[in-house]
């Protein structure tokens, strides 16, 4: 089976005492998260009427090179980092209709 390209949205909801370290910190994942095997983008937004939430916009070469990504020690520092302060995490995974 061919790798397939995945798109993953991912929506972070910061509790709104703790967003601008949310918003630090996921800044932080930008570069390290750049040069991995298989990043195509990957897009930080922070939403015009809620600035609690943001979203990451990314692209990866396939589903396998993006779980390799969710496991590398940056994704934990996070998650440590911000242990508390995210409300919630969605994350869905898509995959182009249409060029």
């Known amino acids: 089976m061919k ?49 609690n939430v943001f979203l990451f916009f990314e692209n990866w070469e396939s589903r396998a090179l993006w779980q390799e990504h969710m496991k590398n020690s940056h994704i934990a520092a996070f998650q440590k980092a911000t242990e508390g302060a995210v409300a919630s995490v969605t994350l869905n995974e898509m995959t182009k209709i249409v060029d």
């Open 3 to 51: 790798n397939t390209p995945l798109t993953i949205v991912a929506k972070i909801f910061a509790k709104e005492e703790k967003r601008e370290l949310v918003k630090s910190e996921l800044l932080k994942l930008i570069a390290a998260t750049k040069v991995e095997k298989g990043c195509i983008d990957y897009d930080l937004h922070q939403d015009n009427e809620d600035p």
